[in-house]
Structures are given as structure tokens and as C-alpha cells.
């Protein structure tokens, strides 16, 4: 296992939109999660914030949601599923966009949750960041079970680690300067 070599912490908290609320925990910290969403407040540029928490954010596909926390400003995250109905109708309008500029070739639902989650570290939409990014390089991840894209925004450096949970890939975009991030994937049962 390789030493953090700092104190960079990324929580991630997924609720299952089809669950009840069956234990007073879980509705506890669902309530709170969601309180935190709808207080949030946003940039110019749309990406939300709370003011006491460096990083805030959130993600869903049709039956989950995502609530990303975190203790450094520039952390993105996206979440989409594999069994969405419109899969195949996205790829072939975005594929041609997501992969321009790409030093290495990517599955199209890969590329999709890494750019978005990038785009959202730096407080854009997509369609704003694409022009100003590219995956440079793709590795294992051998602390995380996955892999770790290595992507560029302008002059910036970012890392993009990804996840496959059941049939979602889930995406955290960070700034690479950051170093490693200590990462906790939670479930609200």
C-alpha cells in the first residue's frame, strides 16, 4: 500500500432514490445531505457550495444520488449507469466531442464521467470544459479498485479515479497537486 502523503479526504455518500427510510440513522443522514443540497448556494459558473465545507457536491442517475464532501476546493464527481435507455443515443452525439483532444483512446462512458466530473471540479458545464481538456494517460489503481485517468484543463493537472458499484461507474476529479486522496465510499441503507 502506498503512504498518503497528505491529508486529503474525499467522502461519498450514495442514497438509493427506490429505499424507504427504515432506520432513524439513515434517514438522519439522508435528511442532512439533503438540507446540505438545498442550501447550497453557487458560483457565477453554477458549481454549488456551502460556505463552512471547502468542497460540496452532488450527482444522480435515475435511481441514485451522490453527495460528495470533501476538504480541498477542487473535487468533481459524476455518476451515470450503464443501463441507461438512452446510452447509445448519447455516445453517438458525444463521442465525437469527448474524444477530440484525447492523447489515449477511452470507452465512451468512461470518457463521459471522467470529463464531467473534471468539468465540475472547475465549476463548468461540459460543453464549457471540453475545449480545454484531454486524457493524457490511463492506469490501475491498485489502492482504489479501479482505474485513475490522468487528465489536463488548460495547464492544470487533474486526476480522475474511477469506480464500477453494481451498474455505475462513478467518477472523482481532483487536482493533482492535491496527492493522494484518502477516498470512503458510503451507502445510506
Not at 440513522?25 to 446540505?36: F, P
Not at 458549481?47 to 470533501?70: E, H, M, N, W
Request: glycine fraction near 4%; proline fraction near 3%; include cysteine.
Amino acid at each position: 500500500m502506498i503512504a498518503h502523503s497528505s491529508n486529503f479526504e474525499i467522502d461519498v455518500f450514495f442514497s438509493d432514490h427506490a429505499a424507504r427510510c427504515t432506520t432513524r440513522d439513515r434517514s438522519c443522514t439522508e435528511a442532512a445531505l439533503r438540507s446540505m443540497k438545498s442550501s447550497a448556494k453557487r458560483t457565477a459558473l453554477g458549481k454549488p457550495y456551502l460556505s463552512q465545507i471547502p468542497c460540496f457536491g452532488f450527482s444522480d442517475t435515475a435511481r441514485v444520488q451522490a453527495y460528495l464532501l470533501a476538504n480541498r476546493k477542487y473535487v468533481g464527481i459524476d455518476l451515470e449507469s450503464s443501463r441507461r435507455d438512452d446510452l447509445a443515443r448519447r455516445a453517438s452525439r458525444l463521442a465525437p466531442l469527448l474524444n477530440r483532444k484525447d492523447e489515449i483512446e477511452e470507452e465512451f462512458l468512461t470518457l463521459w464521467v471522467a470529463k464531467e466530473a473534471c468539468a465540475k471540479c472547475v465549476g463548468l458545464g461540459l460543453l464549457q470544459a471540453l475545449p480545454h481538456m484531454r486524457v493524457v494517460r490511463s492506469e490501475r489503481s491498485e489502492e482504489q479498485a479501479g482505474k485513475q485517468l490522468l487528465m489536463r484543463f488548460g495547464e492544470r493537472h487533474f486526476v480522475v479515479q474511477l469506480f464500477r458499484i453494481e451498474d455505475m461507474l462513478v467518477g472523482l476529479c481532483y487536482r493533482r497537486c492535491y496527492g493522494p486522496a484518502r477516498v470512503a465510499l458510503h451507502r445510506i441503507r
